[in-house]
């Protein structure tokens, strides 16, 4: 999987770039546009930064959509990688067992795995700071004590009624920490500092500021944020993207205060250089109004928020908005090179070598179709009969791969799964489960063996006038060996003919019932009477020389020469 991605590294990182420039822009839009909406300025920024890993998916599931995310491990084999499943041989010792050609070159395997090293191990160091920054919150937390004061508690209450919060809020307080901040989405705790020489305005002030994160649910956007952050810290953009994103969301907080507090402005200046100065001793999850290097900032800030007339932007629209560019964004990451195989041009496709025969895409259609009609009338049957998982399981996930096929050919990508040599690659069908054992039949049922085995009526020749190599199966290449297990019964009917062991696909099989059920028998015979005999036939479809010194079958088969 990993060596066949390597011709699609230079469409990722054309992927990449295309976040690159629309997320700059981004950028540049929220710092430098006048009068708009705060609100609207965290939401784009925001999206912006979620865009990169979404736009990166997308693009993985629109390039392969057997991935395994979408899909099952069976149909990513067809989808990405490398495999052609060659002729079966049919000699005179039976059949030889087919083999898988591998025909990437260790060299890519190599670089495959150690590219696959190197961004593991960055991603696995994002990762590790990313807990490393959780898990001083939840200690904080577990350590902070409970506030019980009825006044403040009853402050709360009343901010909470105001900004329509229905869920219950913890109130903690804490000397390990030198700024409030909010943790929690569904049960949210906030956590204040010393409060013991804030006054009732200021309480008011840093509870509303909490509050709207509450009511906004900034506490998962911002975890999202970090997770982000610490994926790809790689990107430098991403850095650029989660800074202003902290920064619009603590300012139109801020607003969104001065807002009903407007007369407090000062105050609220004040408040916010406080919190800058102690910020320095006791650093914390920066959650909420603990995002210690805007602090300055925001104070700076605070007297244009307060003269300037800013555009109105509903919660609702503003989040339209973002999810709308958020999508947009990764769509245009989605349709980009990375979508088209490097290798292979789909419009100079209008043959595939498939087993050694050259077929066209029409031809290769058919014979996948085929293929799937008759392994999901197979599966009808085992799940009539109520076989086992491991027997059905198989042939589904090759009904799925062979399904995956016919989306990319019918959307005419069929260059996804052909080689630089123009030969398809599909993976080799499942194994052939074992037949379920034969229950006991008792001599009043079915024989085994008679003292007169039933004679197939005109002979052998009987059987061959039946016979027909199936055109498609010829055009393609496909050989195989089908045991077919029948009964006839007492008039010399053949009655359910079943098989035992497939020939694959090609309707080789098909074509061996359908002549096994056009024949009749001489019924067998056992103490004068006529008796249901269970009967086993192999027949060998071969391609080859019409010559006489060609293979010869062995014992009790019946052999089936399709010539070119």
């Known amino acids: 999987m990993i060596e066949s991605l390597i011709p699609y590294l230079p469409g990722l990182l054309f992927a990449v770039l295309t976040w690159t420039l629309i997320a700059t822009g981004v950028v540049l839009w929220t710092r430098y546009s006048r009068n708009s909406s705060m609100l609207?300025?965290?939401h784009l920024s925001a999206a912006a930064l979620f865009s990169l890993p979404l736009g990166i998916v997308a693009s993985l599931f629109i390039a392969f959509p057997a991935f395994p995310i979408?899909?099952?491990?069976?149909?990513?084999?067809?989808?990405?990688?490398?495999?052609?499943?060659?002729?079966?041989i049919v000699g005179a010792e039976g059949v030889a067992e087919p083999t898988v050609t591998e025909v990437n070159s260790g060299s890519t395997l190599s670089f495959g795995w150690i590219l696959t090293g190197v961004l593991g191990l960055l991603i696995?160091?994002?990762?590790?700071?990313?807990?490393?920054?959780?898990w001083p919150v939840s200690r904080v937390i577990r350590k902070a004590q409970t506030v019980t004061e009825a006044g403040l508690l009853k402050l709360l209450d009343e901010?909470?009624?105001?900004?329509?919060i229905s869920n219950s809020v913890v109130l903690k307080q804490s000397s390990h920490v030198s700024v409030p901040f909010t943790v929690g989405t569904l049960k949210p705790v906030i956590v204040l500092p010393s409060i013991e020489?804030?006054?009732?305005?200021?309480?008011?002030?840093?509870?509303?500021?909490?509050?709207?994160?509450?009511?906004?649910?900034d506490y998962a956007i911002?975890?999202?944020?970090?997770?982000?952050?610490?994926?790809?810290?790689?990107?430098?953009?991403?850095?650029?993207?989660?800074?202003?994103?902290?920064?619009?969301?603590?300012?139109?907080?801020?607003?969104?205060?001065?807002?009903?507090?407007?007369?407090?402005?000062s105050d609220y200046a004040q408040l916010l250089y406080e919190f800058a100065i102690k910020a320095n001793d006791k650093p914390v999850f920066k959650a909420a109004m603990a995002q210690e290097n805007n602090l300055i900032k925001r104070i700076k800030a605070l007297q244009l928020i307060n003269n300037q007339k800013e555009k109105e932007v509903t919660m609702k629209k503003s989040i339209l908005i973002a999810t709308a560019t958020l999508v947009l964004i990764g769509g245009m990451m989605a349709c980009s090179d990375l979508t088209q195989n490097p290798n292979v041009n789909a419009s100079d496709i209008t043959e595939v070598t498939f087993n050694g025969q050259t077929l066209s895409i029409g031809e290769v259609k058919t014979v996948i179709e085929t293929d799937i009609k008759k392994i999901e009338a197979e599966l009808a049957e085992m799940k009539a009969e109520n076989l086992p998982s491991n027997m059905i399981d198989p042939m589904k996930d090759h009904v799925d791969t062979l399904k995956n096929m016919l989306v990319l050919i019918n959307s005419g990508n069929?260059?996804?799964?052909?080689?630089?040599?123009?030969?398809?690659?599909?993976a080799p069908p499942p194994p052939v489960a074992p037949p379920p054992p034969t229950p006991p039949m008792s001599d009043a049922e079915v024989f085994m063996v008679v003292e007169q085995m039933p004679e197939m009526i005109g002979g052998m020749r009987a059987l061959y006038a039946h016979l027909r190599y199936p055109e498609i199966a010829r055009r393609a290449g496909i050989e195989g060996r089908s045991i077919i297990q029948f009964i006839v019964d007492e008039n010399g009917k053949v009655i359910d003919p079943q098989v035992v062991r497939s020939a694959g696909g090609g309707g080789l099989d098909d074509a061996a019932l359908e002549a096994i059920s056009s024949v009749s028998f001489e019924s067998g015979v056992q103490r004068?009477?006529?008796?249901?005999?269970?009967?086993?036939?192999?027949?060998?479809?071969?391609?080859?020389?019409?010559?006489?010194?060609?293979?010869?079958?062995?014992?009790?088969?019946?052999?089936?020469?399709?010539?070119?």
């Open 40 to 42: 609207l300025k965290y």
């Open 528 to 564: 004068g009477r006529a008796v249901p005999v269970q009967m086993t036939i192999p027949i060998v479809f071969s391609l080859g020389e019409n010559n006489a010194s060609s293979e010869q079958s062995t014992p009790g088969e019946v052999q089936v020469r399709g010539y070119n």
């Open 124 to 134: 696995l160091a994002g990762w590790t700071r990313f807990l490393s920054i959780l």
């Open 70 to 88: 979408f899909g099952s491990a069976q149909a990513l084999t067809t989808a990405i990688s490398v495999f052609e499943l060659p002729a079966v």
């Open 197 to 217: 020489n804030n006054s009732n305005e200021s309480l008011r002030m840093i509870l509303n500021h909490e509050l709207i994160h509450v009511s906004r649910y």
């Open 222 to 265: 911002h975890v999202l944020e970090l997770f982000v952050r610490h994926t790809f810290w790689m990107h430098p953009l991403v850095h650029v993207l989660y800074n202003d994103s902290g920064y619009w969301r603590e300012a139109s907080c801020d607003r969104s205060v001065l807002e009903s507090q407007r007369e407090h402005t």
């Open 159 to 164: 901010i909470r009624t105001e900004k329509g």
């Open 414 to 426: 069929i260059n996804r799964l052909v080689d630089e040599n123009g030969a398809l690659m599909v």
